[in-house]
């Protein structure tokens, strides 16, 4: 069963989870996440508003349907957004790497649960300062747009992924935007050739609509054709990405 992180929120601006207080100036993920459109005045003062915090492997931050209290950016590790399928499984409807930002700024209601898949470090932010101090940095507030705007983006190359492809097609689609977002982005010591899952095959198979019989048929078939290698069960290497891209369609 997943572990939930018990949110207690302080009446001040700051939450308090129990990490330390952000550094804004030495953030990890800077000049990639939404925080990059802000001069160090502006970021000074969104500091002093956030806190680290660590989650750990299965524990959930947010959960569907729930009130949710924060937002935050992803510092280090991978998380997945889940939702409850009508007969009670989850849905993996997608996954967030560092720079990536969760929640729901100028909402209330989470539709989607957040857990994190691998040990991962989050800034996190009270909702409503991070509102209010968004309405007052118009900059902050265009990133935002940006960012929902290239979610709603992925979102529909998904369902397309997910209803138009072959098993085939959408393993190596799948491989190929792993490779681009796990290379350099503190989730390891990944290159564009090769990088290791933070999930195993089952969930693999669960976010493509597969059965993980034919996604590791999939990943079998293509090391015999020596598009990739496999050397542990969550390691891929990539040998021939223009074959894979070329399957991808």
């Known amino acids: 069963m997943t572990?939930?992180?018990?949110?207690?929120?302080?009446?001040?601006?700051?939450?308090?989870?129990?990490?330390?207080?952000?550094?804004?100036?030495s953030c990890v993920v800077r000049n990639r996440a939404i925080c990059?459109?802000?001069?160090?005045?502006?970021?000074?003062?969104?500091?002093?508003?956030?806190?680290?915090?660590?989650?750990?492997a299965g524990h959930t931050l947010l959960w569907e349907g729930d009130d949710a209290p924060?937002?935050?950016?992803?510092?280090?590790?991978?998380?997945?957004?889940?939702?409850?399928?009508?007969?009670?499984?989850?849905q993996?409807?997608?996954?967030?790497?560092?720079?990536?930002?969760?929640?729901?700024?100028?909402?209330?209601?989470?539709?989607?649960?957040?857990?994190?898949?691998?040990?991962?470090?989050?800034?996190?932010?009270?909702?409503?300062?991070?509102?209010?101090?968004?309405?007052?940095?118009?900059?902050?507030?265009?990133k935002l747009l940006r960012r929902t705007l290239d979610e709603l983006d992925r979102a529909r190359h998904w369902m397309m992924l997910l209803g138009r492809k072959s098993a085939e097609e959408k393993v190596a689609s799948f491989l190929l935007e792993m490779s681009e977002r796990l290379s350099g982005q503190g989730c390891g010591a990944g290159t564009q050739s090769g990088f290791e899952l933070p999930f195993g095959r089952?969930?693999?198979?669960?976010?493509?609509?597969l059965t993980i019989e034919t996604t590791s048929r999939q990943l079998t078939r293509m090391r015999a054709e020596g598009l990739l290698?496999?050397?542990?069960?969550?390691?891929?290497?990539?040998h021939d990405r223009a074959a894979m891209e070329a399957i991808a369609g």
Do not use: W
């Open 92 to 142: 993996i409807v997608g996954v967030v790497f560092p720079s990536d930002f969760i929640g729901r700024p100028f909402g209330k209601e989470s539709p989607y649960s957040v857990t994190a898949m691998t040990d991962a470090e989050v800034c996190i932010f009270n909702r409503k300062s991070f509102d209010d101090f968004a309405s007052a940095h118009p900059d902050l507030q265009h």
């Open 36 to 56: 990059a459109s802000l001069d160090a005045d502006e970021l000074a003062l969104l500091g002093k508003l956030g806190r680290n915090h660590r989650v750990k």
């Open 70 to 90: 924060v937002v935050a950016n992803v510092l280090e590790g991978v998380l997945k957004l889940v939702v409850a399928a009508a007969d009670g499984r989850e």
């Open 202 to 209: 089952q969930q693999i198979a669960d976010i493509l609509g």
């Open 3 to 25: 572990a939930a992180i018990i949110v207690a929120l302080p009446t001040d601006a700051a939450v308090d989870y129990g990490g330390g207080v952000t550094d804004c100036a």
């Open 229 to 238: 290698d496999l050397p542990s069960r969550r390691e891929i290497v990539i």
